[in-house]
């Protein structure tokens, strides 16, 4: 059994069955600071993720990724539009404040308010019914089985805290210095209560002495450190500053694993990384095209794709810890399409497409792209760059910081974009989260499409997303799924690059769980014996 395996294969089981005969402090790294501690501001896995320390949804998901109860103790279906879910009682805020309906309630309208980046989580409720403090229904538009599965990562916010505070308004992700109060601080119901926050410094946490339920950690406080360079977080790690650094660069891997007291897990991500291109717009706000948009043309997408050598990419660039991905989601989701192939590398057929389209020449256009969220996502850029330009088209590269990045391209930056990288985990795992949120048209209304940065737009995989939802027969439900992603491939609607991997680094003095939706979960965490 490789090393890497038989770490994660005993983490859990250290985690559980040891007890809580010490107490320490966790330093962990990660490329880039946490957005913010609004747990409604930015639907992106590290933010996401780390708020989950801290805020709880209705439902949770243990260290496999299965559902359980959360803040919600259980919950049935009415009637086809109708879920009840029983809350959880006795549980508290980290400032004492009891949680109850009222907070849930306030939650919801919350996440669907103005600036609010989680509109999607909460999509296709028409509305919500308080029954008692600790009963609450969710009246739906369509039947759905589906409902909850993405309400993990929803977070319920004590409301009583919220207008104390001036917080009821989300904080804008477009607005990286903003004064909301739930910006830099934070109340949840969570394992671990926040007691500093500098932002791009670091962000202190202690465990919640009165959390409700038992955790296997033995921390005493939580010390986060966003450090960009990643020379400078290897060193961190190999000179036993922190206790877990990550992603680790790919060509770093074995230096993480030769180095005594350290070591690197890996394992597959259940995240497609891809490239969306502006097709809303009459005319593309960064190109040289004047009068027109490109990208409305299936034949220039069609170019695009094929001038892509997906597989040098993943051998150079990811260094072999990637898959080609041929459409826009990963093995292990729900309705994966295993019968599609990558896009053929063709850089010949993609110069015929762009002189069919009446570019023979090419044309200029900027690429979006960031160069601390994803795996060597500023190096991909660079190749595409690169590939591209082999075909006439001359792309400008913008690369950001997430913060800066994320604040262009999305809702809240009004897509201010052209052509943009994004990578995509749906937190359901299910197809019908990436249909809904990157593949359909864009309706502000339903909080559909919110993610469609590009606006791409087929009214027949509109028909099929909704099909999808209300679909309770498996068979039937996959057979649309399959259409719907079978429509998008031929349309070139995107250019889906791979699924990459996990690749952290940690001190052997530590046990965690690496989950394939790098999520991480202190709870999970031991230090020392």
Request: net charge negative; proline share 5%; hydrophobic share 40%.
């Given at each position: 059994?490789?090393?890497?395996?038989?770490?994660?294969?005993?983490?859990?089981?250290?985690?559980?069955?040891?007890?809580?005969?010490?107490?320490?402090?966790?330093?962990?790294?990660?490329?880039?600071?946490?957005?913010?501690?609004?747990?409604?501001?930015?639907?992106?896995?590290?933010?996401?993720?780390?708020?989950?320390?801290?805020?709880?949804?209705?439902?949770?998901?243990?260290?496999?990724?299965?559902?359980?109860?959360?803040?919600?103790?259980?919950?049935?279906?009415?009637?086809?539009?109708?879920?009840?879910?029983?809350?959880?009682?006795?549980?508290?805020?980290?400032?004492?404040?009891?949680?109850?309906?009222?907070?849930?309630?306030?939650?919801?309208?919350?996440?669907?308010?103005?600036?609010?980046?989680?509109?999607?989580?909460?999509?296709?409720?028409?509305?919500?019914?308080?029954?008692?403090?600790?009963?609450?229904?969710?009246?739906?538009?369509?039947?759905?089985?589906?409902?909850?599965?993405?309400?993990?990562?929803?977070?319920?916010?004590?409301?009583?805290?919220?207008?104390?505070?001036?917080?009821?308004?989300?904080?804008?992700?477009?607005?990286?210095?903003?004064?909301?109060?739930?910006?830099?601080?934070?109340?949840?119901?969570?394992?671990?209560?926040?007691?500093?926050?500098?932002?791009?410094?670091?962000?202190?946490?202690?465990?919640?002495?009165?959390?409700?339920?038992?955790?296997?950690?033995?921390?005493?406080?939580?010390?986060?450190?966003?450090?960009?360079?990643?020379?400078?977080?290897?060193?961190?790690?190999?000179?036993?500053?922190?206790?877990?650094?990550?992603?680790?660069?790919?060509?770093?891997?074995?230096?993480?694993?030769?180095?005594?007291?350290?070591?690197?897990?890996?394992?597959?991500?259940?995240?497609?990384?891809?490239?969306?291109?502006?097709?809303?717009?009459?005319?593309?706000?960064?190109?040289?095209?004047?009068?027109?948009?490109?990208?409305?043309?299936?034949?220039?997408?069609?170019?695009?794709?094929?001038?892509?050598?997906?597989?040098?990419?993943?051998?150079?660039?990811?260094?072999?810890?990637?898959?080609?991905?041929?459409?826009?989601?990963?093995?292990?989701?729900?309705?994966?399409?295993?019968?599609?192939e990558p896009y053929a590398y063709d850089p010949d057929r993609a110069r015929e497409l762009l002189a069919e389209a009446g570019?023979?020449?090419?044309?200029?256009?900027?690429?979006?792209?960031?160069?601390?969220?994803?795996?060597?996502?500023?190096?991909?850029?660079?190749?595409?760059?690169?590939?591209?330009?082999?075909?006439?088209?001359?792309?400008?590269?913008?690369?950001?910081?997430?913060?800066?990045?994320?604040?262009?391209?999305?809702?809240?930056?009004?897509?201010?974009?052209?052509?943009?990288?994004?990578?995509?985990?749906?937190?359901?795992?299910?197809?019908?989260?990436?249909?809904?949120?990157?593949?359909?048209?864009?309706?502000?209304?339903?909080?559909?499409?919110?993610?469609?940065?590009?606006?791409?737009?087929?009214?027949?995989?509109?028909?099929?997303?909704?099909?999808?939802?209300?679909?309770?027969?498996?068979?039937?439900?996959?057979?649309?799924?399959?259409?719907?992603?079978?429509?998008?491939?031929?349309?070139?609607?995107?250019?889906?690059?791979?699924?990459?991997?996990?690749?952290?680094?940690?001190?052997?003095?530590?046990?965690?769980?690496?989950?394939?939706?790098?999520?991480?979960?202190?709870?999970?965490?031991?230090?020392?014996?």
């Open positions: 059994m490789p090393k890497t395996t038989a770490i994660l294969a005993g983490a859990a089981v250290i985690a559980l069955a040891a007890g809580a005969s010490s107490a320490e402090t966790l330093r962990f790294a990660f490329q880039a600071d946490v957005n913010s501690l609004d747990p409604h501001s930015l639907n992106e896995t590290f933010t996401l993720g780390f708020q989950g320390n801290i805020y709880e949804g209705l439902i949770d998901r243990d260290q496999t990724l299965t559902i359980q109860p959360g803040l919600a103790e259980s919950w049935e279906i009415l009637e086809p539009t109708r879920w009840r879910f029983h809350l959880r009682q006795g549980v508290t805020f980290h400032n004492g404040n009891p949680f109850n309906a009222d907070d849930v309630l306030f939650s919801y309208e919350r996440a669907i308010s103005e600036a609010s980046d989680m509109v999607t989580k909460v999509a296709g409720i028409e509305e919500v019914v308080r029954v008692d403090d600790y009963t609450v229904d969710f009246v739906t538009t369509a039947p759905t089985l589906i409902l909850p599965a993405e309400w993990d990562t929803w977070y319920i916010m004590d409301r009583e805290w919220s207008e104390a505070n001036d917080a009821v308004a989300v904080t804008n992700i477009a607005d990286i210095n903003s004064t909301n109060f739930a910006n830099l601080n934070a109340n949840g119901t969570g394992p671990f209560m926040v007691t500093e926050r500098v932002p791009d410094v670091r962000t202190v946490a202690v465990p919640n002495p009165d959390y409700w339920r038992d955790v296997p950690h033995n921390l005493t406080e939580v010390i986060y450190t966003p450090i960009a360079s990643a020379p400078t977080r290897i060193a961190a790690l190999l000179t036993g500053e922190v206790h877990l650094a990550y992603p680790i660069p790919l060509q770093d891997i074995d230096r993480v694993d030769a180095n005594e007291g350290t070591m690197a897990l890996t394992g597959p991500e259940l995240r497609t990384i891809f490239l969306g291109f502006d097709q809303a717009r009459d005319e593309l706000l960064y190109s040289s095209v004047e009068g027109a948009n490109p990208f409305r043309d299936i034949r220039v997408r069609a170019a695009f794709n094929h001038a892509i050598n997906r597989d040098a990419i993943g051998q150079v660039v990811m260094r072999g810890a990637s898959t080609p991905a041929a459409s826009m989601v990963a093995p292990g989701i729900n309705g994966f399409p295993d019968f599609l570019y023979p020449d090419g044309f200029e256009v900027r690429l979006n792209c960031p160069n601390d969220r994803y795996v060597n996502d500023e190096a991909t850029c660079q190749a595409v760059v690169a590939m591209l330009g082999q075909i006439g088209v001359t792309v400008t590269l913008q690369a950001d910081t997430r913060s800066v990045f994320f604040g262009t391209i999305l809702a809240q930056g009004g897509y201010d974009t052209s052509f943009y990288m994004l990578g995509w985990t749906p937190s359901s795992f299910d197809s019908y989260n990436p249909l809904f949120n990157l593949v359909s048209t864009r309706d502000p209304e339903t909080g559909r499409g919110t993610f469609n940065v590009g606006g791409y737009s087929n009214e027949r995989i509109d028909v099929l997303t909704a099909q999808i939802l209300a679909e309770t027969d498996e068979t039937t439900r996959n057979a649309l799924i399959a259409e719907a992603w079978q429509i998008l491939y031929d349309d070139y609607g995107y250019l889906p690059l791979h699924q990459q991997g996990l690749a952290w680094g940690v001190s052997e003095d530590a046990s965690l769980v690496q989950r394939a939706d790098n999520v991480f979960d202190w709870t999970l965490v031991r230090i020392g014996g």
